[in-house]
């Protein structure tokens, strides 16, 4: 069997976890900000070289927040596209005002899943 999950919806939930501090959101969202900003400029101004800027501009203030405020590993290592798909949907999230409880939601929803399996493990020992 595969630990390797096996679409976005499944990603998502794994995704919102691995950012529950605010202040790796935050960078995420000035990183992502900055890098559709750069990108922005490249296409108006036909600069096609500014694109690896965008990279740093969005992945540097990302994964500052990953190893050195939520000391995680960035999931853009093992699953790339979902991981800026789902940066696009946090960035979206955190204008909107929705992604604190976003995260206060999969929080929830993992406590339950835990006290599920261990209610299920104490059951099976009996």
């Known amino acids: 069997m595969s630990d ?11 995704d919102v976890l691995e950012h529950e501090n605010k202040t790796n959101r935050r960078l995420h969202f000035v990183g992502t900000t900055a890098a559709m900003a750069v990108l922005g400029t ?8 500014l694109i690896p800027l965008a990279l740093v501009a969005g992945y540097g203030p990302a994964w ?3 190893f050195f405020v939520e000391k995680n590993r960035p999931a ?3 699953y790339p596209l979902w ?17 604190d409880r976003e ?3 999969q929080k929830a929803k993992r406590t339950q899943v835990t006290a599920e399996a261990r ?6 020992v009996n």
Request: net charge positive.
């Open 76 to 78: 853009s290592f093992k």
């Open 4 to 14: 390797r999950i096996g679409s976005f919806e499944e990603f998502w939930p794994f």
């Open 119 to 124: 209610e299920a493990a104490a059951k099976s």
């Open 103 to 105: 995260v206060e939601r």
């Open 83 to 99: 991981s800026l798909l789902g940066d696009f949907k946090m960035w979206g999230k955190t204008v909107r005002g929705t992604m």
């Open 64 to 66: 500052i927040g990953h």
């Open 42 to 49: 490249a296409l108006i101004k036909r600069r096609p070289e």
